[in-house]
């Protein structure tokens, strides 16, 4: 999937759609974000404490309440963890993850991402819809092995000669420094709008 990407996404098209971007007034969110990342930064080795205040401030940024569906809390904190040193999780730490927090990738992403915003990208049905033009049924979205490949193109992006422009773009846009991973997803993510 990640060569197949590639091949699609030209620096070209990427740059039109970061241009596009534009910031609605109500999505004042935005402002959160950056606490979000503070928090975490400022934590050295997270605990299950961490774990429970970080899943419940990102179900915030969710459309349904949060539900601790599993016993897996201890193990799913050495998992992020991890992600905060930059590891990424296989398919099946994916799904410790996602078994504790509401049975959510989009959930596990949105936290790994604040954790840990150098390595991991936000992953939702925005995003889905702008990489792949097809309606974003669960099943899609919730597929770790999509999300890891989405992972491995941000990579490719992020690590081009060209993100320096497209990063610089949508920090304008936005009004504040972000990494390259997140500046990536956000163009994604405003340009996945439902097809008309």
Same mark, same amino acid.
């Given at each position: 999937?990640?060569?197949?990407?590639?091949?699609?996404?030209?620096?070209?098209?990427?740059?039109?759609?970061?241009?596009?971007?534009?910031?609605?007034?109500?999505?004042?969110?935005?402002?959160?974000?950056?606490?979000?990342?503070?928090?975490?930064?400022?934590?050295?080795?997270?605990?299950?404490h961490?774990? %429970?205040?970080?899943?419940?401030?990102?179900?915030?940024?969710?459309?349904?309440?949060?539900?601790?569906?599993?016993?897996?809390?201890?193990?799913?904190?050495?998992?992020?963890?991890?992600?905060?040193?930059?590891?990424?999780?296989?398919?099946?730490?994916?799904?410790?993850?996602?078994?504790?927090?509401?049975n959510?990738?989009?959930?596990?992403?949105?936290?790994?991402?604040?954790?840990?915003?150098?390595?991991?990208?936000?992953?939702?049905?925005?995003?889905?819809?702008?990489?792949?033009?097809?309606?974003?049924?669960?099943?899609? %979205?919730?597929?770790?092995?999509?999300?890891?490949?989405?992972?491995?193109?941000?990579?490719?992006?992020?690590?081009?000669?060209?993100?320096?422009?497209?990063?610089?773009?949508?920090?304008?846009?936005?009004?504040?420094?972000l990494?390259?991973?997140?500046?990536?997803?956000?163009?994604?993510?405003?340009?996945?709008?439902?097809?008309?």
């Amino acid at each position: 999937m990640t060569d197949k990407l590639t091949e699609i996404f030209k620096f070209e098209r990427l740059l039109q759609d970061a241009q596009k971007i534009t910031i609605p007034d109500e999505e004042k969110y935005l402002t959160a974000y950056l606490e979000f990342i503070q928090y975490f930064k400022s934590i050295d080795k997270l605990t299950q404490h961490h774990t %429970v205040i970080g899943i419940s401030f990102t179900y915030s940024w969710m459309p349904t309440i949060l539900d601790f569906r599993s016993d897996k809390i201890e193990e799913a904190t050495q998992i992020l963890n991890n992600a905060k040193q930059g590891i990424q999780p296989s398919k099946t730490e994916l799904d410790i993850l996602k078994s504790c927090f509401n049975n959510s990738l989009v959930g596990s992403s949105k936290l790994l991402h604040f954790i840990n915003p150098e390595k991991f990208a936000i992953w939702d049905s925005r995003v889905y819809r702008y990489l792949f033009k097809q309606e974003p049924h669960s099943y899609r %979205v919730e597929n770790n092995s999509t999300y890891l490949e989405y992972l491995s193109f941000c990579d490719i992006i992020t690590n081009s000669t060209s993100i320096n422009k497209l990063q610089q773009i949508v920090e304008q846009k936005v009004g504040y420094k972000l990494t390259k991973m997140r500046a990536v997803e956000l163009i994604f993510f405003y340009n996945g709008a439902k097809f008309k």
